[in-house]
């Protein structure tokens, strides 16, 4: 049994002219405890597929099946409540609230649950100690590294012991240190027994991952599982690019020179099996608009 089924979900934004396809046709299933990596240039669409996998936006068309309930069409309410029970979210920005001390933050989410406070103290502390921020608890977040804030919210996620973890991004803003601890957390959130999915522009970080998908115009273009500390081969061929060109080894500049790969692996995928013509009648759809997000 599947835990997430995502069936042909597409996700547009606007209207007539000026309607974006950030989605479109999206089927993916995973399992259980899988650690997949997303990756894909700017505007592909990760964020929309992340952001309706977290129930934290609908999608257009298409269904999404939870651990075997539809949840796309649910109501708001209900919607919320298996968010808050079952999905931890990190995010690039942190977004910690700055008037909130550290131990206020990461025991917030269980107030929403309806916890007592001495409760949600504790609990909050126990995760700070599992991301080794105990002696952080008092500090408010402008008095943190970029890596301790990022530990913090990864605290704050996991303090309602969620089953999914979704981290979009989650060492976007961090140097290669502070990125290696937060990678070191995801994957024993991992070894726990979690899903985890995550969004990344740095193939290195593909080797915590059981599985990697590569997302290019709101369609997924290149699904491959992975061993843990590997790095699959269609990555490795553009890091060794990137490696020689940057000459040394902490893959700078890597996103830049991932925007070669779709085309890459367009053309793999077409000589490994013929493109199928979709079944169903396609609706006039609009003209997607370039956004120029980045
Ligand atoms: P990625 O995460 O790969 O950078 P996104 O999922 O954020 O891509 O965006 C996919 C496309 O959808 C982009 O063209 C983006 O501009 C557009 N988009 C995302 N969110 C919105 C929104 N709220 N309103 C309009 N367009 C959006």
Redesign the pocket.
């Known amino acids: 049994m599947a835990l997430i089924e995502v069936n042909e979900v597409s996700?547009l934004?606007?209207f007539g002219d000026a309607t974006?396809v950030?989605?479109e046709d999206v089927s993916i299933t995973i399992e259980k405890n899988d650690f997949i990596a997303v990756m894909?240039?700017?505007?592909?669409?990760?964020?929309?597929?992340?952001?309706i996998i977290g129930l934290l936006d609908e999608p257009t068309h298409g269904s999404y099946k939870l651990s075997e309930r539809y949840v796309s069409r649910m109501r708001t309410t209900g919607r919320a409540k298996i968010r808050r029970d079952t999905i931890g979210f990190v995010f690039q920005t942190f977004n910690l609230l700055p008037r909130m001390n550290v131990i206020e933050n990461v025991a917030l989410p269980l107030a929403y649950k309806g916890m007592n406070t001495t409760k949600r103290l504790k609990k909050a502390g126990e995760m700070l100690e599992r991301v080794g921020l105990q002696d952080r608890e008092y500090f408010y977040p402008r008095h943190l590294s970029g890596g301790q804030a990022q530990r913090v919210a990864i605290a704050r996620a996991l303090v309602s012991d969620p089953s999914i973890i979704i981290a979009?991004e989650p060492t976007g803003n961090l140097d290669s240190g502070s990125s290696r601890v937060v990678m070191e957390l995801l994957s024993e959130i991992h070894k726990a027994g979690n899903t985890v999915l995550m969004?990344t522009h740095n193939p290195s970080l593909t080797r915590f991952a059981s599985r990697v998908v590569y997302?290019h115009d709101?369609a997924i273009i290149h699904d491959e599982k992975s061993k843990i500390g590997e790095i699959p081969k269609i990555l490795q061929r553009s890091m060794y690019f990137v490696s020689k060109k940057t000459e040394h080894d902490d893959l700078a500049g890597v996103s830049e020179l991932m925007k070669q790969i779709p085309g890459d692996l367009k053309d793999e995928e077409k000589s490994k099996k013929p493109k199928k013509r979709k079944s169903r009648a396609k609706k006039s759809k609009p003209k997607k608009a370039?956004?120029n997000?980045s």
């Open positions: 996700k934004y606007g974006t950030a989605l894909g240039p700017s505007g592909s669409g990760k964020s929309t597929l992340m952001n979009d969004v997302m709101g370039r956004s997000k």
